[in-house]
């Protein structure tokens, strides 16, 4: 296997796992000692996201300082019957891509979003409560998102994430089967994919015209299939050790890779959702050894 370096980048969620196996990004250290950490690892592009005391082309020049490419980053949304909250996420996906527009980023990831108390978060993994009148509001709302988007010239790619109301194979199919690829193409996390139980390298075979990047992930698939018989929550399940630095886990990365059409020229974006290291600063490192190897 062999992998581009200049399509490479990483998103570091190490440094804001939380204690409790979620997500916080007050936990982030500030940029530039990402930055240097990252450089230092060998790995030449970041997970696009433009703070908000930065201007697009500030946050370019900063990364550019490091070495640093910026690369797709991710727009979440969320069902919801609020006018306003509505307005919100349309705002925000047009500002994103507006943001990748100017950082010359042609792609970013489009999910549905997560909060702690969602029914998916309590059940994960299992297309918990699946319903199809849902999964068709689902379906609308990332058409609906996926428009704003390409309307900044950028290509949304769909990211199907457990715990949200996109997790499964089925529900991933049912998602592009149904919206003209014209409008949304694919951008598979093989992590999130796997431990939902879904053959990830089989989806991009299934739809590799639409493949536009893709997240690498290493995990421990028994623990995954354990979470999923016996019912674990969301953040149970990573606490007890699901994710791990690529390389380490027993995940088929190679065949995820090996998978991607020949002629595919998007992004391949590792991510450690909570580092198996004692520090997020081994992780990344850990992450950059695992890319130079297939350089």
């Not at 949304?184 to 992590?191: E, Q, T």
Request: proline share 6%; glycine share 8%.
């Amino acid at each position: 296997m062999k992998i581009r370096q200049d399509r490479l980048a990483i998103n570091p969620l190490q440094w804001v796992a939380s204690a409790d196996g979620w997500i916080d990004p007050t936990l982030a250290p500030p940029l530039d000692e990402q930055l240097a950490v990252i450089r230092d690892a060998g790995l030449k592009a970041l997970h696009s996201a433009v703070p908000g005391d930065l201007t697009p082309k500030a946050y370019a020049a900063r990364l550019a300082d490091h070495g640093i490419s910026p690369a797709p980053g991710y727009i979440p949304v969320r069902l919801t019957d609020d006018d306003a909250e509505r307005r919100t996420f349309r705002d925000t996906a047009a500002r994103v891509a507006g943001h990748h527009a100017e950082l010359g980023v042609d792609t970013v990831f489009l999910a549905m979003g997560m909060a702690k108390d969602a029914e998916r978060v309590a059940r994960p993994a299992v297309g918990h409560l699946a319903d199809q009148g849902r999964l068709e509001r689902v379906r609308d709302l990332l058409a609906e998102m996926a428009g704003i988007i390409r309307a900044e010239g950028i290509a949304p790619a769909f990211h199907p994430h457990v715990g949200t109301w996109a997790e499964t194979e089925e529900e991933t199919r049912f998602v592009l089967d149904t919206v003209d690829p014209s409008v949304l193409a694919f951008g598979p996390d093989m992590g999130h994919l796997a431990w939902a139980g879904a053959d990830a390298a089989q989806l991009v075979r299934d739809y590799a015209d639409r493949v536009a990047s893709v997240h690498i992930k290493d995990l421990d698939l028994g623990l995954a299939a354990r979470a999923r018989e016996a019912g674990w929550d969301y953040r149970k399940t990573v606490l007890a050790g699901l994710w791990s630095e690529p390389g380490h886990g027993n995940a088929d990365i190679e065949g995820f890779v090996g998978a991607l059409p020949d002629d595919f020229d998007g992004w391949l974006i590792v991510e450690v959702d909570r580092g198996a290291r004692p520090t997020p600063e081994e992780s990344v490192r850990l992450c950059g050894e695992w890319a130079a190897q297939y350089a």
